[in-house]
Nanobody, 131 residues
Framework: QVQLVESGGGLVQTGGSLRLSCVAS????????MGWFRQAPGREREFVAA????????HYADSVKGRFAISRDNRENTVYLQMNSLKPEDTAVYYC????????????????????????WGQGTQVTVSS
């Protein structure tokens, strides 16, 4: 069992920045590829960013590329999402998710962009960007 707890959400004006954190517990964090997703009211959950378990590979949705940055600290069991130049359309509940990729060495640099590929999810943190 893995527990994921997000924090760092809030209300920010257009053009502002926020840094989301997701702390994992229950298993060795370095086993997991991690991802961030978001869900706005009335919309499906969508991929935002992903990072491999060694942090060597990252991937972003086109809508956030150049504005958001995902990173991780395996000593602190934490994955981060730095969000800059925020826009009203970034308003959503943001979720972190984990996938155990330790079953094979070749997955050390793998990342995943589909929600169904992840095993565990946090409860989400609200991000609201005012215009």
């Amino acid at each position: 069992q893995v527990q994921l707890v997000e924090s760092g959400g809030g209300l920010v004006q257009t053009g502002g920045s926020l840094r989301l954190s997701c702390v994992a517990s229950g298993r060795t964090f370095s086993r997991f590829a991690m991802g961030w997703f978001r869900q706005a009211p009335g919309r499906e959950r969508e991929f935002v960013a992903a990072i491999s378990r060694n942090g060597g590979s990252v991937h972003y949705a086109d809508s956030v590329k150049g504005r958001f940055a995902i990173s991780r600290d395996n000593r602190e069991n934490t994955v981060y999402l730095q969000m800059n130049s925020l826009k009203p359309e970034d308003t959503a509940v943001y979720y972190c998710a984990s996938r155990d990729t330790s079953y094979a060495s070749y997955t050390v640099t793998s990342y995943y962009t589909e929600a169904g590929q992840y095993d565990y999810w946090g409860q989400g943190t609200q991000v609201t960007v005012s215009s």
